[in-house]
C-alpha cells in the first residue's frame, strides 16, 4: 500500500499522525514524510522505506494467508468466521517455533442476537493450531471440559449462595482463555470455568455461583490436549478466608470469586504459574509436575507468618492490594506488580513490583511508581536469558478536561504507556520510555509486553481514534494496532510499527466484554502481535445490524520479522 493509497482510506488522518507510520508497511521519507519521534534523548527522524517491505499477507480464507512470503510478513484472521470472540492469547513452541496455539474467547453474542443471554450460551470453539508459523490455522474448536465436577459449597450456601449445590459441565471450552509453553515444548490451554445461573446482576446479568480455573497440557505442539486440572475453584474461598485472604470478589464480578486469570511458565525450571483475581485481590498457584497437580494458593499482596503456622496464615497489611496486575517468571524467580492503596515511605496508590522464590508465599517488594492515577493498568515481563532482568509497563489512567469527542468528562481514556525496566531484579530502575502518545486525539488500550528467547523486549498497544460511542462497554473508535521492541533492556526502543494493514471498525455499542486482552510474543526471529479486530474478511463478512459497518468481533495475528523493526540509535 502507498502512501496515496492510505491518504485515500480509512487511514487519511494517521498520515500526519506522531509517533505511528501511515501506512502499515510504509515510512515516507522527504516530501510528505512522517516524522517519528524517538524517546531519550534521540533527535527527530524522518525514516526511509521500512526496509523496502511493501506488503503484508492477509487473510483471504479460513486462518489462511496469502502475499509475498519472503517479506517474513503476515496478518491472518485466525477465526475467519461469523461468531464473535477475542481476548486473544498465543503459546509458541520454543523448540519448534513455527508450532503456534492461540486461545481466544468465543461466545453466543451476534449483532442478530445481542443480548446478555446470548453471551452465556455454549459455544464451540476458543482454540486454534498452527503449524507455519502463523500462516495457516486450523479449524477453531473448543478445549475438552465437559465432565468436570464440582461439589456443592457449603460456605457459599451459609453467605446467600442457594445455586451453589454442586454442577457437572456438559459442554466443553473455557472462558478468560489463558495460553503459555514450557522449556520442554509442553503447550499449557485453560480458562475459566463456570456454572452461571442467570439472571443476576449488571453488567453481565448473571451471577457465577461456582466455578474455577482449569488447565491442560499438550505434549505435541496443540494437536491434542490431555485431561484438565483444576488449579482452584470456589471449594478454595473457606480457606483462603480463614488464612486471613480477603476475596472481595465473591457475588460482586466474576466467578466466585476467580476471573482474569494469567499463566506463565518459568523457562528455566518449568513451573508454570497461574494467577487469577478476586476484584481487587489476586492470587497465584504454582505447578512443579507439568500441571498435573498445584500448590498452596498465595496472594499478590500477603506473606505467610514466619514462622509459618499450621494453616500457612497470611498477613496482608503493608502493601494492599487495590488495582489489578499480572505475573511472569524466569530464572527460579516469580514476579507480579499490581497497585497498592498504601506502601512503606510511599504517596499512594503506587505500583508495586515484587518477586518470590517460593511460589508467593514470600515476596520482597519495591515500589516502581507512586501516585498513580486511578484505572491505571500494570503489566509485568521476565527475561529468559538474563537473570534478574523485568520489564513494567504502566498504562496510567488518565481524564480529559471536558471530556475526549462524544465521550464524558469522567471516562478513563489512557493516552500512552510507560515501560521500566531492571536489571537487579527491582532494586534500580531505568528511566521510563512512553509510546503510544500520538498527537491526535485517542484512547491507548490492551497493552502487553513480553521478552524474547534472546532478551528482545516487545510491547504491544493499541490506540482508538474518534469518533467515539460514549455508549460503548469496549473502548470505543476506530483501532490500530502497534508494536515497538527494545534489544538493550529497555535503554532505547524502535520506532512503532502499525500490525493491521487497515484500521479496525469501532466495536459494537452494545457488546459486553469480549475483548480485554492483546498480546505479544517474541522468538528468535519473529515478533508476533494478536488482537480483536472487527475488520470484515471472506468468512465474516459485513453483518446485517452493524454500525458501522462491519464483521463480528474475530482474532488476528500479524507477524513481523524482529530485523524490520528499524535500528535504535
Not at 503447550?187 to 439472571?199: H, M, Q, S
Not at 508467593?360 to 500494570?378: C, D
Not at 510499527?497 to 459486553?512: G, K, R, Y
Amino acid at each position: 500500500m502507498h502512501t496515496s493509497e492510505c491518504a485515500r482510506g480509512l487511514a487519511l488522518t494517521r498520515c500526519a499522525i506522531i509517533g505511528t507510520i501511515c501506512c502499515p508497511f510504509d515510512v515516507v521519507g522527504s516530501k510528505g514524510s512522517t516524522l517519528m519521534p524517538v524517546r531519550r534523548g534521540w533527535a527527530w527522524l524522518m525514516l526511509p522505506s521500512l526496509l523496502g517491505v511493501t506488503a503484508s499477507l492477509v487473510a483471504t480464507s479460513a486462518g489462511s494467508a496469502v502475499g509475498a512470503p519472503s517479506s517474513g510478513r503476515l496478518e491472518v484472521n485466525v477465526m475467519n468466521e461469523p461468531v464473535r470472540g477475542g481476548e486473544p492469547e498465543l503459546a509458541i513452541n520454543p523448540r519448534h517455533p513455527s508450532d503456534l496455539v492461540i486461545g481466544h474467547t468465543v461466545v453466543g453474542n451476534t449483532y442478530a442476537n445481542n443480548t446478555t443471554e446470548a453471551g452465556t450460551e455454549a459455544v464451540n470453539g476458543g482454540l486454534q493450531v498452527s503449524h507455519n508459523g502463523g500462516k495457516t490455522w486450523t479449524a477453531d474448536r473448543a478445549l475438552h471440559t465437559s465432565g468436570f465436577k464440582d461439589a456443592p459449597n457449603p460456605y457459599l450456601l451459609a453467605h446467600g449462595f442457594p445455586g451453589a449445590t454442586g454442577y457437572t459441565s456438559t459442554t466443553n471450552g473455557v472462558g478468560d482463555p489463558i495460553e503459555a509453553s514450557g522449556p520442554d515444548g509442553s503447550i499449557y490451554a485453560g480458562g475459566v470455568l463456570a456454572n452461571a445461573v442467570p439472571p443476576g446482576p449488571a453488567p453481565f446479568n448473571f451471577t457465577v455461583a461456582q466455578g474455577g480455573i482449569a488447565v491442560a497440557r499438550s505434549a505435541d505442539s496443540g494437536r491434542t490436549f490431555g485431561p484438565i486440572s483444576a488449579v482452584l475453584t470456589d471449594q478454595e474461598l473457606q480457606g483462603m478466608v480463614s488464612r486471613g485472604m480477603n476475596p472481595k470478589g465473591i457475588g460482586v464480578f466474576g466467578v466466585n470469586p476467580f476471573d482474569r486469570p494469567w499463566i506463565t511458565v518459568d523457562q528455566s525450571t518449568g513451573a508454570v504459574y497461574v494467577s487469577t483475581t478476586a476484584h481487587p485481590q489476586r492470587y497465584v498457584v504454582v505447578s512443579h509436575d507439568k500441571a498435573r497437580t498445584w500448590g498452596r494458593i498465595e496472594a499478590l499482596d500477603c506473606d505467610e507468618m514466619t514462622p509459618p503456622d499450621a494453616k500457612h496464615d497470611v498477613t496482608c497489611a503493608t502493601y494492599p492490594q487495590s488495582g489489578d496486575g499480572n505475573i511472569a517468571a524466569a530464572h527460579g524467580a516469580l514476579a507480579a506488580v499490581y497497585t497498592a492503596s498504601a506502601a512503606p515511605g510511599s504517596t499512594c496508590p503506587c505500583a508495586v513490583f515484587e518477586t518470590s522464590t517460593d511460589a508467593g508465599a514470600h515476596w520482597t517488594r519495591h515500589v516502581v511508581s507512586a501516585g498513580v492515577p486511578a484505572g491505571s493498568g500494570l503489566f509485568v515481563a521476565a527475561d529468559p536469558s538474563h537473570k534478574g532482568r523485568f520489564a513494567v509497563l504502566i498504562m496510567p489512567g488518565n481524564t480529559v478536561a471536558g471530556g475526549l469527542a462524544g465521550l464524558p468528562a469522567s471516562k478513563n481514556v489512557p493516552q500512552e504507556v510507560h515501560v521500566v525496566t531492571t536489571r537487579d531484579s527491582g532494586r534500580t530502575w531505568s528511566t521510563p520510555t512512553t509510546l503510544g502518545n500520538e498527537s491526535v486525539q485517542h484512547v491507548t488500550n490492551r497493552p502487553w509486553i513480553a521478552y524474547g528467547p534472546t532478551g528482545v523486549l516487545a510491547v504491544v498497544w493499541r490506540n482508538a481514534y474518534p469518533p467515539f460511542g460514549a455508549g460503548s462497554f469496549l473502548t470505543p473508535g476506530t483501532q490500530n494496532v502497534f508494536a515497538a521492541i527494545s534489544r538493550n533492556n529497555g535503554r532505547t526502543f524502535s520506532a512503532p510499527v502499525q500490525l493491521n494493514s487497515a484500521p479496525s471498525p469501532p466495536p459494537d455499542a452494545a457488546q459486553l466484554a469480549e475483548d480485554d486482552v492483546s498480546w505479544v510474543a517474541v522468538t528468535t526471529q519473529y515478533v508476533y502481535g494478536a488482537w480483536g479486530d472487527w475488520r470484515p474478511t471472506a468468512k465474516n463478512p459485513v453483518a446485517a445490524g452493524s454500525s458501522p459497518p462491519s464483521g463480528e468481533l474475530n482474532s488476528w495475528v500479524a507477524r513481523v520479522p524482529i530485523n524490520k523493526f528499524p535500528r535504535q540509535k
